[in-house]
């Protein structure tokens, strides 16, 4: 069965250091990864995809088939970081995403 | 830039009721997806809609819940009985191609 696991409910870190949040995936096909992003009231957001191997806002992510791992990443976090990051699998020819439980960043001064 | 739009943003409906959520899609998307988030808990899969049809539905979308494109515009998620267990965020998102684009969510409370 295809399953994402974002092992951390709530990451804090200090505004100017790195971060990193988890993602791995079950699938034993070829997914499609993405991260979306949910700042406080408002709507789920695309943040970035596997396949367009982009920086957004500082975020990389990238996909190691080996360990099943998307994790996302920032050098420098800001304190308008501070979201709930939510990792997903599409499943190759369909239109169903799954999702992570996902992580709540908190960027602290 | 468009987006998908959800009405109402918050419903409350006694249980056993219908309801109609809705949503408005942007205008050149062909995918069309129903999410719902229970409380404290993940984003789930409903149903994804495409060509005027059911493409794929999760186990959740039983016989209660129904989708519907009544004008080329809209798209309405049904649920024909409300159980309290219903209640929860629902997502709207619309597709073009790879990636889906949310509305804001409508929040159902069945009391």
């Known amino acids: 069965a295809q399953r994402v696991t974002q092992p951390e409910k709530l990451l804090s870190v200090f505004k100017g250091a790195p971060v990193e949040l988890k993602c791995n995936y079950s699938?034993?096909?070829?997914?499609?990864l993405f991260w979306y992003v949910q700042y406080s009231r408002q709507r789920l957001q695309l943040l970035l995809r596997?396949?367009s191997r982009e920086s957004i806002k500082g975020f990389t992510a990238d996909l190691n088939k080996g360990e099943t791992s998307f994790h996302l990443k920032k050098p420098f976090a800001q304190e308008e970081d501070s979201a709930m990051y939510y990792c997903?699998?599409?499943?190759?020819?369909?239109?169903?995403?799954?999702f992570g439980t996902g992580t709540r960043l908190k960027v602290l001064a | 830039e468009p987006e998908v739009t959800q009405t109402p943003s918050h419903q409350v409906t006694q249980m056993g009721q219908e309801v109609i959520l809705r949503c408005v899609p942007i205008?050149?998307?062909?995918?069309f997806y129903w999410y719902r988030q229970i409380l404290g808990q993940k984003v789930e899969f409903l149903v994804s809609?495409?060509?005027?049809?059911?493409?794929?539905k999760s186990e959740i979308f039983d016989d209660q819940f129904s989708v519907e494109r009544p004008d080329g515009s809209n798209f309405t998620l049904k649920i024909r009985s409300t159980k309290l267990e219903d209640s929860a965020m629902y997502f709207c998102?619309?597709?073009?191609?790879?990636?889906?684009?949310f509305g804001q969510g409508t929040r159902l409370t069945v009391v």
């Open positions: 205008s050149n998307h062909l995918y």
């Open positions: 596997h396949i």
């Open positions: 809609f495409y060509n005027n049809e059911i493409s794929e």
């Open positions: 997903a699998l599409r499943k190759m020819g369909t239109y169903k995403y799954i």
């Open positions: 998102a619309s597709g073009k191609d790879r990636e889906a684009f």
């Open positions: 699938y034993s096909g070829s997914p499609e």
